[in-house]
């Protein structure tokens, strides 16, 4: 799933995997975007009428002093924004208002419920609108979107998350597809990580301990900055054995090994994005071109 947000507002929480599972927005007040997907196709009408009846149950006392106002035909997203997709909608005013939409996707056949909550002060309408609009449950010609916090990037669609980290300054993802791995990482407060060192020094230094790849590495301008360039092969056991085998059979192994690293100073950010794949491919540099490390003019 992915979706866009406004800046301030930040992941909430986030639990399950490509078969279903949860995600929340917030920001400071209140939750903002609550998606939740499933395989397999719903009655979508019938659903929709379910969580309504739960949300006005939950609020029958507020109801009756507010006046908690629900449709059930809202246009929530037009049909051209979502294409190949069954849609439905809803939407309520009271103490807290929102919308909401429901699908079932031809291409992925997931069902998914979105919807968008916003203060009664607010003109949250156009806002929700273009949220749930901006919200994909698949990839497009080959390649996924992923990330989180305004670090994304694309990655061949079959690699599926293998784990991620979120702190103070640092965010980290991994995706994987069999033996073939990707990571991509940003770090915050640059003066501290770098230590006045070029960015080919800091990365050496950060990787010369490294048993499960051999390396080079050479300065390299990346996306316009200064960085480095690092490729290499994967150490394995029996390393010359298994490529000896690969070859008697006419397939090479998965060992190659590719990295970029490089300093935005718009951001004041550093960014890597680190490959073990297949050879004669050139994945890593084409996830390291769909980064946005700054705001382009």
Known sequence: ??????????????????????????DETMPRVQVK????????EKK???YIKRLTKRGRFRRRATGLQVTTDARVVSRRSKPKKELVGYGWRGPQCGMGVLWNCEVC???VIAQVSWA?????????TAVLESLEDHGTEGWQVWGMDGLAFLAPEEYELGGWRRMT????VSLAKDAASLKVARWGMVPLVLEGRPVKDWWEEENRRRRDVRWSAEEEEVKGHEGVRAWGERRRLGGRLRRVAARAVRREAVDQFE??????????????????HGRGGEMARGVVDSVSCHEEE
């Not at 992915?2 to 929340?24: F, H, I, N």
């Not at 300054?169 to 980290?172: D, H």
């Open 48 to 50: 929709r009428d379910e």
């Open 109 to 111: 056949d997931r069902a």
């Open 120 to 128: 009664p002060k607010e003109e949250g309408r156009e806002l929700a």
């Open 169 to 172: 300054r640092y965010l980290e």
């Open 1 to 26: 799933m992915s979706v866009r947000v406004p800046e301030e507002w930040t992941l909430g929480a986030v639990g399950g995997d490509k078969k279903s599972g949860y995600l929340r927005v917030d």
């Open 259 to 276: 990295a970029y690293a490089w300093h935005c100073p718009e951001s004041n950010r550093l960014y890597m994005v680190e490959s073990v």
């Open 37 to 44: 997907w499933s395989r397999g196709h719903i009655n979508l």
